[in-house]
């Protein structure tokens, strides 16, 4: 599962951040170092950073941003009118937010969400329901919550159980009107998930397959060949759009 990477001073911030974010979705981590968040983004992957400034841990932090420097971060902490200097910094490590701790503790968790890989996906591909014919609000459910949850080793079985249908029956109406295979939409986000990973140097193409549960970097190759007609070494600098448009010129369609 994903998580939210939580580096935070006090249990408050914590409990706030936590109890913001909806039901469901990325679990809050928290680290005690720059140390600790390292080892959690080759374990887990990490949708967003949310720190608490200081001059110290910005110094700690400017080499793990140079490895991961996809992975967006919010800071949240008590800000104070002379915290100008932090703020600077914070802007030049390309924080993706701040939040004041104590002002904006109701919504932290929505300004995260706002920010996160999740989100980022979700814009790259805000039109790709239309280039792919994904019109019946059964196909859109199914391609919300795939686009949420490439991080989860999902088939169409697994699908067809949450939806209380046959697997059969979904395959069918989702590939309704023109639609995509499902198989095949299924493999697409989990190919974009693995491209937004592999912009950060700090991720080799083993580590990316495990984190997206492919059997192997081989078998993350040979999917992203099926699916968008390139290999692994091109990954890290392709975008989500260009993915998409590879997809739709003749890969979306494979046997059930």
């Known amino acids: 599962m994903a998580a939210i990477a939580a580096l935070l001073e006090g249990r408050g911030a914590v409990t706030a951040l936590r109890r913001s974010l909806p039901r469901g979705g990325p679990g809050v981590v928290t680290c005690r170092t720059p140390a600790n968040l390292r080892q959690l983004l080759e374990k ?6 949310v720190f608490a400034p200081r001059a110290g841990l910005l110094d700690e932090w400017a080499s793990l941003r140079a490895d991961f420097p996809g992975i ?14 932090v703020l600077a910094e914070c802007r030049r490590q390309r924080v993706a937010a701040v939040a004041v701790e104590g002002v904006d503790d109701p919504v932290v968790g929505e300004l995260v969400r706002r920010v996160s890989l999740v989100a980022s996906r979700r814009r790259a591909l805000a039109d790709a329901p239309r280039q792919l014919r994904l019109a019946d609000p059964l196909q859109r459910q199914v391609w919300d919550f795939l686009l949420a949850s490439v991080d989860q080793p999902i088939t169409t079985a697994d699908l067809a159980r949450r939806l209380d249908m046959s697997r059969e029956h979904l395959s069918r109406q989702f590939g309704a009107g023109g639609a995509p295979n499902l198989k095949r939409v299924i493999d697409f986000l989990r190919v974009v998930g693995a491209a937004q990973l592999l912009q950060n140097p700090g991720y080799s193409v083993a580590r990316v397959a495990g984190l997206l549960s492919f059997a192997s970097s081989s078998h993350l190759g040979s999917t992203a060949r099926r699916i968008a007609g390139i290999g692994t070494a091109e990954l890290p600098g392709i975008s989500p759009a260009e993915l998409l448009s590879r997809f739709v010129r003749g890969h979306t369609r494979s046997r059930l």
């Open 44 to 49: 887990r992957i990490v949708e967003a950073v």
């Open 72 to 85: 967006p971060i919010v800071a949240y902490a008590p800000f104070r009118p002379d915290d100008g200097d």
